[in-house]
Structure formats: C-alpha cells, structure tokens
C-alpha cells in the first residue's frame, strides 16, 4: 500500500470533496484544515458552494492566509458580501445551512460530542472549552462534519464523559479513517492508504463495524497543486 501522501492532504482533499456546488458551507475559528478544504472545493469542482466564517466575509479571496487563526481579517479580502456569525446561527437554526465542519474532544459511536470536560462533570480531570458555536450548528446544520487530527482509544470511546451536543453527525474524519453515521451509530465508511483496518481497530474505543472495507481516494495532481498554491505556508500540516 502507496504511503507517499501525507495524511493532511488527504483529510483536506477527503473533507473538501464533501462540498457540493451550491452548499452554504460553515468552518469555526482553529480550522486551518476545513477552511482550506472549502477553498480547494471552490477552486476545483464546486464553484457556487458559499465559504461562510466567522469573520462574516462571504466567500472571500484571501491573498495569504494566517497561521494562527482561520478567522482573522483575511477572510474579508475580496467577499462578495458579510453575513455576521449571529446569522449564521439563525441560518442553520432554519435549515438553510447545508454543511458545518466542526470538532470536538471525546466522540462515541452513536455520535455523541464532546468539548466540555474530562471526567465528572462536578470534578473534572480537564475542564474544556465547551460547545460554543458547535451546540447550535451540529443538531440544526444539514450536514454536520467533524474532524479531528487525533484518532486514539481516548478519543473514540465507548461512551463520552459528558454529551455537549449530539445528532446530525455526518462524518468524523480522523487520520487513519472516515466514519459515517448509519442508522443511528457510527460505522467505517473508509480507510486512508496511509492506515490499515487493524491500526483503527487497535485506537479505536468501541468495535469497528463495517459492511466493505473501502480505501479513502487519493489526492489528485491537481488537488495537490492547487493545495500548494492556496496553502504555501502549510498551514494544513499546522496539527501534525
């Protein structure tokens, strides 16, 4: 099995063929990776999908984009128009939002999230940041897609310490696989060339099931070539 693409790519590219042409797509704040992949959506096969942020700016053209944010004032160079994030909650609350790429900390296989603590709620053993945004936008969004650069038996567990939001998961995107949600729990959709069946059963907290085993495509030239000139700094390594 070909291991010369580096697992950044290929969550960027796996995540940015999600998008479809016309879907009003949202990322948050520390989301290097999902907003490059809306970017790289837009330059190569969905050209009218709508890059929605926090800033507010509405599909922007950002000349560089910065390190340390994916909400900073860049994604306000050349938008067509702002939509406020306050709007955008008020969007998804109505169902107008078509996909959400957001995160979390612990995740169980019925799609439970969560970004709140470590432990007891009363005595914590890591108190997190808490659901913020992602409350909202994960039961009420079309699609909501999460990802997360670790996948480990402390992440995907059997069942999560605290539920701060569930529902409406579409797919986890991890380093070594895709999940997707079926019929009320999360099941292996794909496996990336650089992983194997094992290594996801191994760091994986609950049983592994699966009707096929599928390999996650490969970036594409193009994609790759466009990743270079969108991304230069590479900022989408930036969790590796």
């Keep these: 099995m070909e291991k010369d693409n580096r697992i950044c790519d ?10 479809q042409d016309g879907d009003k797509v ?3 704040v520390s989301s290097h990776m999902p907003m490059i992949s809306v970017l790289l959506a837009k ?18 053209s950002p000349r560089k984009l910065k390190k340390y944010t994916s909400a900073g004032s860049e994604l ?3 938008a ?20 959400a790429f957001l995160s979390g ?11 709140s603590v470590i432990g007891s709620y009363q005595k914590p053993k890591v108190r997190l940041p808490g659901g913020a945004g992602s409350s909202v936008l994960i039961p009420t969004a079309k699609r909501a897609v999460i990802w997360r650069t670790k996948h480990d038996k402390r992440t995907f567990v059997n069942q999560v310490d605290f539920i701060t939001t569930k529902g409406n998961v579409d797919r986890i995107v991890t380093p070594l696989c895709i999940f997707k949600m079926e019929n009320g729990e999360l099941v292996l959709d794909t496996i990336h060339e650089t992983s194997t069946l094992k ?3 191994d760091n994986t ?3 592994v099931k699966y009707s096929r085993i599928a390999i996650t495509p490969s970036p594409t030239k193009t994609e790759l070539s466009v990743l270079k000139r969108i991304d230069p700094g590479d900022f989408r390594n930036i969790e590796f």
């Design 26 to 28: 949202f990322h948050g």
């Design 10 to 19: 290929i969550m960027v590219c796996a995540m940015a063929r999600m998008i």
């Design 43 to 60: 330059e190569l096969h969905a050209p009218h999908a709508v890059h929605l942020n926090i800033p507010g700016g509405v599909d922007p």
């Design 105 to 115: 900390v612990q995740f169980d296989n019925r799609g439970n999230v969560n970004a």
């Design 76 to 78: 306000l160079e050349g």
């Design 80 to 99: 067509r128009s702002c939509f406020p994030l306050m709007e955008v909650f008020d969007l998804s609350m109505r169902g107008g939002l078509d996909m």
């Design 199 to 201: 290594e996801v059963q």
């Design 205 to 207: 907290g609950f049983p």
